[in-house]
């Protein structure tokens, strides 16, 4: 059963005048088609938002934020697992915003002229912050500019052809998970909804090899001019638990 979001205290001042966005946390359900019915995988993340204040004149109306949780994680039918990353291949920061693209700006609202009191983000941040009940990510995002592609919504989605080995990590194709797993594997959804259950950990009893935030890639004695996925992806990754980035 989804809780709802328990009202938490705010966050102390982050050493500026700017506005300190109430933390929420939100739960990540990855729902699965196979050959032996639905498997579903969940996570629970922690977002902390906050805008610099007009103290700062350099960053006057920047929105920074951190995360705290783990990857969410499906166990499927023929012994593999499929984890959806704290990060995508376009936005290393995708857990830290998921929540919030579920309350998209349109172009219109975007093209505003600027309001420090009132930004875009705060916009959104109020839409996201009322919505009720789970919600359906998007697959696909509108772009800020009319003459730009959407962009994906969902995070890395990944496998490993040997669990023990960080290296065999394999991309998987949020469209075509057949292509990894076999015929009758099927993404349904990606579902998020705001709870105040505690944020997951013990991701690492999965992966032994997992080390503490922060880690280097998955393949830590690669050559520099390497982008294969697994010199690509670092531990972080797959969790932060205990540390908010």
Known sequence: ?????????????????????????YKE???VETPQGIRT?????????????QSNPFARGGIHGEFEGEAAEVDLPNGRT??????????????????????QLTPEEMAQPYDPNNTGFDIQFRRAMALKGPQILPRMMPSAAPSH??????????????????TSVQAVDPDNLA?????????????LEK????????????????????EPSLKSDHDPHDWSLAATLTHGDFSTFGVFK
Request: charged letters at 15%; proline letters at 7%.
């Open 149 to 166: 592609d959407p962009v994906s919504a969902y995070p890395w989605l990944v496998t490993f052809s040997d669990i023990k080995e960080p």
């Open 82 to 103: 499929l984890f959806a990353l704290l990060t995508s291949p376009s936005n290393y920061g995708w857990a830290k915003g998921a929540y919030q693209m579920l309350a």
């Open 195 to 214: 709870t105040d259950e505690p944020v997951s950990g013990g991701i690492g009893r999965k992966l032994q090899w997992l080390g503490d935030y922060p």
């Open 41 to 53: 995988g969940s996570t629970v993340i922690e977002v902390r938002m906050y805008k610099e204040g």
């Open 179 to 191: 292509a990894s797993f076999g015929p009758g594997y099927k993404l349904k959804a990606i579902v």
């Open 1 to 25: 059963m989804h809780a709802t979001l328990a009202l938490v205290a705010l966050l102390g001042t982050a050493g500026c005048d700017g506005t300190i966005y109430q933390p929420y946390r």
């Open 29 to 31: 359900t990855l729902v």
